[in-house]
T-cell receptor, first 109, second 115 residues
């Protein structure tokens, strides 16, 4: 099954800046890749899905890219706000949904 | 999107006992998924629960330890049996929102502590 690797270190950024998170997978390119947000003590919340034939997807201040050559997805939070502070999970769908360990983002006011 | 009610939200249990976690979905779904999230780690799929058939377990998880019921298309339970401190985790249920379209919806999780 896929091995999913995300930024291992937490990301601390100033309000208003752009946070960029990385997700790398090891095997064949999945049909689609997903990003989730998880707050402490809560279940993950679905944010965006991008298909392998899509280069980029946007939703409000969020942007996701998918590079099948690099086997990588980038997740951007533009104009970040303290309310964006959370752990962000990348997930790949083989026959099951496999998650990365997540990157914790803290946005300072 | 689907709404999932999961309970209990948390529990502290004695080792050797069992805990049953319930998930109720507000719509009919074919498959329900059970995950475990150990402290500081990501989600690991335990099993897939299909209505009318045995659950499908992932490598490292067995039915005797994690029996699952799926009596209808809106409800499932996961039991953590003969618990040890290593079973202390968050357990989550999930459903898929349309194949390849809308991601997965998760319950709020059950935080289990075994003492």
């Amino acid at each position: 099954s896929q091995k999913i690797e995300q930024n291992s270190e937490a990301l601390n950024i100033q309000e208003g800046k752009t946070a960029t998170l990385t997700c790398n997978y090891t095997n064949y390119s999945p049909a689609y890749l997903q990003w989730y947000r998880q707050d402490p003590g809560r279940g993950p919340v679905f944010l965006l899905l991008i298909r392998e034939n899509e280069k980029e997807k946007r939703k409000e201040r969020l942007k996701v890219t998918f590079d099948t050559t690099l086997k990588q997805s980038l997740f951007h939070i533009t104009a970040s706000q303290p309310a964006d502070s959370a752990t962000y999970l990348c997930a790949v769908n083989d026959y099951k949904l496999s998650f990365g360990a997540g990157t914790t983002v803290t946005v300072r006011a | 999107s689907a709404v999932i009610s999961q309970k209990p939200s948390r529990d502290i249990c004695q080792r050797g006992t069992s805990l049953t976690i319930q998930c109720q979905v507000d719509s009919q779904v074919t498959m329900m998924f059970w995950y475990r999230q150990q402290p500081g780690q990501s989600l690991t799929l335990i099993a897939t629960a299909n209505q009318g058939s045995e659950a499908t377990y992932e490598s490292g998880f067995v039915i005797d330890k994690f029996p699952i019921s799926r009596p209808n298309l809106t409800f499932s339970t996961l039991t953590v049996s003969n618990m040890s401190p290593e079973d202390s985790s968050i357990y989550l249920c999930s459903v898929e929102e349309g194949i390849g379209a809308g991601g997965y919806t998760f319950g709020s999780g059950t935080r289990l502590t075994v003492v």
